[in-house]
């Protein structure tokens, strides 16, 4: 008996048995609380209640003692509610310490400095951060190391310089020394590093974009929550400076913090007539917080979230 084999098809039109296709399955990573919201518990907020209440309270003492008069502040216990004299002691303050033509001055102070900071800072943070050039890190220690310098030893030379100038009782001088800071410079140099791929910049390169061209259309935007910061910062810090503004300007053509020496002139002191002074110097940096302060937080949080 004998068994034939049986054909075998070779031919192109065989067709192999289709396969099922396998389903995948997403793995998930099971992670304890993910998606879960978190809930502070009770010592949180009491925890945040003590330092709210802890930094508010300057701010109402100085609210307190600028609505009574003189004597009531020096007696003890001190007064711990606003009094009647509040408005009064306002307008007299800014009519004795020239407040109005002082907030001009800070106001311009102000903002050329930290706006100039801001711009320069970032321009400094990206050449430190992702450009390649000889003596990068030397000329950043040498930025750091300013940082070191007390800025009490360059009064008298920088005051000489500035009568040269001629600036001397003007805002110029006050406003040129600080046009940049060593911290803004390092503050974005870190902030970049993290921040800005080097692949952006890179693609940039290819477009045939030079360092300005990516500077504007790369470094700004992704500097952006950074930059916010930082302004508001340099702002602060210029509205309060007193002891630079103190020594290159006079009376007659004050900054706030300046100004402010006025009213504790003579043998007694009005300390309701210096704290309302204090308190009209410090209002406009409150409303300024009170409308951009969402915008930079939430510049801050973006900034934050990587995708």
């Known amino acids: 008996m004998t068994t034939e084999s049986l054909p075998v098809r070779t031919d192109a039109t065989a067709r192999t048995p289709a396969t099922k296709p396998v389903a995948r399955r997403s793995l998930r990573v099971f992670r304890p609380g993910a998606g879960r919201q978190h809930h502070a518990g009770p010592l949180s907020y009491i925890l945040l209640g003590i330092v709210a209440i802890l930094s508010i309270f300057p701010l109402y003492w100085t609210m307190v003692a600028a609505s009574t008069d003189n004597t009531r502040v020096s007696q003890t216990p001190p007064p711990f509610l606003p009094g009647p004299n509040l408005f009064s002691n306002l307008a007299r303050a ?153 020594v290159v300007l006079d009376m007659s053509n004050p900054t706030v913090p300046v100004a402010l020496t006025q009213l504790s002139a003579g043998y007694v002191r009005d300390q309701s007539l210096i704290m309302a002074g204090a308190l009209l110097g410090t209002l406009p940096l409150l409303a300024m917080f009170i409308v951009f302060g969402r915008q930079i937080v939430s510049g801050i949080m973006a900034g934050a979230v990587k995708g």
């Open 94 to 246: 800014w009519d004795e310490a020239a407040m109005g033509k002082a907030m001009i001055n800070s106001t311009i102070v102000a903002g050329v400095i930290a706006l100039s900071t801001v711009m320069f800072a970032t321009l400094a943070g990206f050449a430190f951060a992702k450009l390649r050039f000889k003596g990068r890190n030397v000329l950043l220690m040498l930025v750091i190391g300013t940082m070191m310098v007390p800025p009490q030893l360059g009064v008298v030379p920088l005051f000489m310089m500035m009568s040269e100038l001629g600036w001397s009782q003007q805002l110029p001088a006050v406003i040129f020394p600080t046009l940049v800071s060593a911290v803004g410079v390092f503050f974005m140099r870190q902030y970049l590093t993290e921040a800005l791929p080097d692949e952006l910049v890179e693609a940039g390169r290819v477009d045939g974009a030079h360092s300005l061209r990516i500077f504007w259309s790369i470094v700004l935007p992704v500097a952006r929550p950074a930059m916010a910061v930082l302004f508001m910062i340099t702002f602060v810090h210029a509205w309060n400076d007193f002891f630079w503004p103190f």
